[in-house]
C-alpha cells in the first residue's frame, strides 16, 4: 500500500526558532499534499493544499508567511514553522494524493508532535 | 461555511453494535470518507460513499445520503481495539479537499 513518512516524529523547540518538518510519499508519486493542524482532542484542521511545482494554497486563518510549505519534488513536501511559540504547539499530519490514484484516496503520514517552549 | 457535525462520545459493549453519525452543512461536497485514529497516531482509512447507500468492509459500514445530508458509520461485533476516535470527512468539488468532522470518541467496555 501507499505509505506516507513524516520526520521528525517529535520536536521540541525553542519560542522564536523556526522547525521544519518534512513529508516523503515513499512508494508513489503525489501531485498534491495537505497539511493538517491537530490539538488535543480536536478534529485536523486542513491548513494548507501543496501542489508539486506551485505555490500552496492556505486555508482561511492560517498566516503563510508563519507556516511556509514548499513542494520541490513529487513525492517531498516540508512545513516550515517560522518563529514558532507555544501556542504553535501542536499535532502536524501531512497526507498525500496518488498523481495516478482516484481522487478520493488520500494517504495520511504519522504526524509530527510540535512542542514549543 | 463548511462543517460536519458528529456526536462527541460514543460508549458501547463489547461484542455489540454501534452507529456514529455525520451531518454536514456545505456545499460542492461529493463524497463521504470515514477514519479512524488512535491517541496520538495517524488517521486511518475505514470507508468511502461516493453514492448515497450503503458500503460493507468487514465489520465495517458506512451509509451516505445526500439528499438529507447524512451518513453514519456501522461497526459490528466490537472489540475493545476498536476504541478510538472516528472522524467523517467530506471530499469537496473542484480542490479536492477534505474536510474532517468534529470527531467522536468511542469507548468500548468490557
Known amino acids: 500500500g501507499a505509505v506516507v513518512s513524516q520526520h521528525p516524529s517529535r520536536v521540541i523547540c525553542k519560542s522564536g526558532t523556526s522547525v521544519k518538518i518534512e513529508c516523503r510519499s515513499l512508494?508513489?508519486?503525489?501531485?498534491?499534499m495537505f497539511w493538517y493542524r491537530q490539538f488535543p482532542k480536536q478534529s485536523l484542521m486542513l491548513m494548507a493544499t501543496s501542489n508539486e511545482g506551485s505555490k500552496a494554497t492556505y486555508e482561511q486563518g492560517v498566516e503563510k508567511d508563519k507556516f511556509l510549505i514548499n513542494h520541490a519534488s513529487l513525492t517531498l513536501s516540508t512545513l516550515t514553522v517560522t518563529s514558532a511559540h507555544p501556542e504553535d504547539s501542536s499535532f502536524y499530519i501531512c497526507?498525500?494524493?496518488?498523481?495516478?490514484?482516484?481522487?478520493?484516496?488520500?494517504?495520511f503520514g504519522p504526524g509530527t508532535r510540535l512542542t514549543v517552549t | 461555511g463548511q462543517s460536519l457535525e458528529q456526536p462527541s462520545e460514543v460508549t458501547a459493549v463489547e461484542g455489540a453494535i454501534v452507529q456514529i453519525n455525520c451531518t454536514y452543512q456545505t456545499s460542492g461536497f461529493y463524497g463521504l470518507s470515514w477514519y479512524q485514529q488512535h491517541d496520538g497516531g495517524a488517521p486511518t482509512f475505514l470507508s468511502y460513499?461516493?453514492?448515497?447507500g450503503l458500503e460493507e468492509t468487514g465489520r465495517f459500514s458506512s451509509f451516505l445520503s445526500r439528499s438529507d445530508s447524512y451518513g453514519y458509520l456501522l461497526l459490528q461485533e466490537l472489540q475493545m481495539k476498536d476504541s478510538a476516535s472516528y472522524f467523517c470527512?467530506?471530499?469537496?468539488?473542484?480542490?479536492?479537499?477534505?474536510?474532517f468532522g468534529s470527531g467522536t470518541r468511542l469507548l468500548v467496555r468490557p
Open positions: 512508494d508513489f508519486q503525489a501531485t498534491t
Open positions: 497526507s498525500a494524493r496518488q498523481l495516478q490514484g482516484s481522487i478520493h484516496e488520500q494517504y
Open positions: 460513499n461516493g453514492l448515497d
Open positions: 470527512a467530506g471530499w469537496m468539488d473542484s480542490s479536492y479537499k477534505l474536510i
